[in-house]
């Protein structure tokens, strides 16, 4: 079992950055690969960004390659997600995402553990 409570949201205006924590609870985080979606009211939840256990590998959906990133300090039992360059259309409910094992998902049903949420809002 594993624990995620994500932070770091907020209101910004359209080009402004936000780095987003997701802390997670337990001695086993590094046997975890993390993933983050957003979903915006009326609609699905939708996959932003995975990395392996160990960080070396990264996979992002093409709405933000290139503008965010996905970074994971096991030795803090974190995951983060720096977004730069945001747009409106980036407004949403992000949550955090955890699977024991494997390598990395990209699918909602691939993933055992959820965190509450952060709103992050861009003003245009």
């Known amino acids: 079992q594993v624990q995620l409570v994500e932070s770091g949201g907020g209101l910004v205006q359209a080009g402004g950055s936000l780095r987003l924590s997701c802390a997670a609870s337990?001695?086993?985080?590094?046997?975890?690969?993390m993933g983050w979606f957003r979903q915006v009211p009326g609609k699905e939840r939708e996959f932003v960004a995975a990395i392996t256990r160990s960080g070396g590998i990264t996979d992002y959906a093409d709405s933000v390659k290139g503008r965010f990133t996905i970074s994971r300090d096991n030795a803090k039992n974190t995951v983060y997600l720096q977004m730069n360059s945001l747009k409106p259309e980036d407004t949403a409910v992000y949550y955090c995402a955890a699977r024991s094992g494997g390598y990395y998902y990209t699918r909602l049903y691939e993933y055992n553990f959820w965190g509450q949420g952060t709103q992050v809002t861009v003003s245009s």
């Open positions: 337990g001695r086993t985080f590094s046997s975890y690969t």
